[in-house]
């Protein structure tokens, strides 16, 4: 079989991160997360605490930055002049570069819209209901409930704002995956275990003729 590519996007509280999780463990591919920053700095040189800083971000890097430099080189291009467009290539660079190699899952970053092009994709987004995110955050991050509402609404804009900047679809949008599940139907074991049954129910099409599902 030829390598095929999922990608998560998420609210925040969803479960998303533990589902992708659980969902590669099952699926038994590389899993990346957090993991394609320390690769994308790694391949371009510089900090990593600069990919990290910008994640899922847009704008443009402030000018506070310009202490920070390449690992490599001489020196002379200042991470100021780094735009996020130019960290986001680099960015995706590696994610491409990791799909390329083997079957993955990649969790947020916009890698839908970076993979649009792979012949064997399958994109995915996970929610829950409000009340069941607000619920995590406390519980997770020892929040109050109005905290964990505001810590909600902040985090998900700037992955909106982020996937909305960099492509053409609509955040959260259900026309812009293959499929939208709310993992508070089934909890994230449930969620995670229905995914790989219809992941593999994908494959399937992806080797029959035409794409076809056999009768």
């Given at each position: 079989m030829k390598p095929y590519v999922i990608t998560i996007g998420r609210?925040?509280?969803s479960g998303g991160r533990r589902i992708g999780h659980?969902?590669?463990?099952?699926?038994?591919?590389?899993?990346?997360?957090?993991?394609i920053l320390t690769i994308a700095a790694h391949?371009?040189?510089?900090?990593?605490?600069?990919?990290?800083?910008?994640?899922?971000?847009?704008?443009?890097?402030?000018?506070?930055?310009h202490s920070l430099s390449p690992i490599i080189g001489a020196g002379d291009y200042y991470v100021n002049q780094l735009s996020d467009e130019k960290l986001f290539k680099l960015q995706s660079d590696a994610i491409r570069k990791a799909?390329?190699?083997?079957?993955?899952?990649?969790?947020?970053r916009a890698a839908d819209y970076v993979l649009r092009d792979h012949a064997q994709l399958i994109s995915i987004f996970i929610s829950a209901d409000e009340?069941?995110?607000?619920r995590c955050m406390c519980k997770r991050r020892n929040l109050t409930e109005k905290q964990a509402h505001r810590l909600l609404e902040s985090v998900d804009n700037k992955r909106a704002d982020f996937y909305?900047?960099?492509?053409?679809?609509?955040?959260?949008?259900?026309?812009s995956y293959d499929l939208c599940i709310n993992s508070g139907f089934l909890g994230y074991e449930g969620t995670a275990e229905v995914l790989?049954?219809?992941?593999?129910?994908?494959?399937?099409t992806f080797e029959a003729p035409?794409?076809?599902?056999?009768e």
């Open positions: 609210q925040l509280g659980l969902l590669a463990e099952k699926l038994g591919i590389k899993y990346y997360d957090r993991e391949e371009s040189g510089y900090d990593e605490a600069i990919f990290a800083r910008k994640d899922e971000k847009k704008g443009f890097i402030s000018h506070a930055w799909a390329a190699k083997e079957s993955c899952l990649f969790i947020g009340e069941e995110r607000v909305n900047f960099y492509s053409p679809k609509t955040w959260g949008e259900a026309a790989c049954h219809i992941v593999e129910q994908r494959l399937a035409n794409g076809a599902i056999g």
